[in-house]
């Protein structure tokens, strides 16, 4: 079954406390991506990787990183995490942009910095 | 660069009447479109999508969405929806390139009411 995996799905933190957040796919695509969600501001992209080691930045990459050493998984790492990243976050793959390829979504993380 | 805009964050609906959820779109190059669902405390799944050929699309759950390329619009509609179609719908778009992100608009959700 075509899965993308995240975890942890649920996460209370404190501020400055450095988090991964996993994300893993079976499907062998080359586009990977994270976002995060907040109220009235729909999905917001953070950082994509169009294939192992190619990573660029996304619409608010500020406080998070993120690696692509395996063409399945895409760590996003928040290295000292304050109250403003609290949000839902989406990791998602597809195979190569440029054809309509369905983007396939995780379950969500929702994360709490306090 | 590619912009959405949904126009309604929300829509309230009785049960088993018609309902559009609108969104128009801004590029300068041609686009492919896609509609998502997001079910309570569930990732994103695909609806449907506008590739090219006919501007009429059909997707999952008796949902249909009309490409109109003089409009830059992509309406989502329905002919008599149920409860189980509350969820709030997202539209996004994806350029041709192969380095095409995907970019969302902000969200509509539907409510449906008994």
């Known amino acids: 079954e075509a899965q993308v995996t995240q975890n942890p799905r649920y996460l209370i933190t404190v501020t400055g406390k450095k988090l991964t957040v996993t994300c893993s796919q079976n499907?062998?695509?080359?586009?990977m991506s994270w976002y995060r969600q907040d109220p009235g501001l729909g999905l917001r992209q953070i950082y994509y990787?169009?294939?192992?080691?190619?990573?660029d930045k996304g619409d608010v990459p500020e406080g998070y990183k993120v690696s692509r050493k395996e063409k399945r998984n895409f760590p996003l790492i928040l290295e000292s995490p304050s109250p403003n990243q609290t949000s839902l976050y989406f990791c998602?793959?597809?195979?190569?942009?440029?054809?309509?390829?369905?983007?396939?979504f995780g379950e969500g993380s929702w994360l709490t910095v306090v | 660069a590619q912009s959405v805009t949904q126009l309604d964050s929300q829509v309230p609906v009785f049960e088993e009447a018609p309902v559009e959820l609108r969104c128009n779109y801004s590029?300068?190059?041609?686009?492919?479109l896609f509609w998502y669902v997001q079910y309570p405390n569930q990732g994103l799944q695909l609806l449907l999508k506008?590739?090219?050929?006919?501007?009429l699309v059909k997707g999952i759950n008796g949902f249909e969405a009309e490409f109109n390329k003089s409009q830059t619009s992509f309406h989502l509609r329905k002919p008599s929806v149920h409860i189980s179609d509350t969820a709030e719908y997202f539209c996004?778009?994806?350029?041709?390139?192969?380095?095409?992100?995907?970019?969302f608009g902000s969200g509509t959700r539907l409510s449906i009411r008994p």
């Open positions: 998602a793959s597809s195979a190569q942009g440029g054809s309509g390829n369905t983007i396939y």
């Open positions: 499907m062998n695509h080359e586009y």
């Open positions: 990787s169009m294939n192992v080691e190619v990573t």
């Open positions: 590029s300068s190059v041609s686009v492919y």
């Open positions: 506008y590739l090219s050929g006919s501007t």
């Open positions: 996004a778009v994806r350029g041709y390139s192969s380095a095409s992100k995907i970019i």
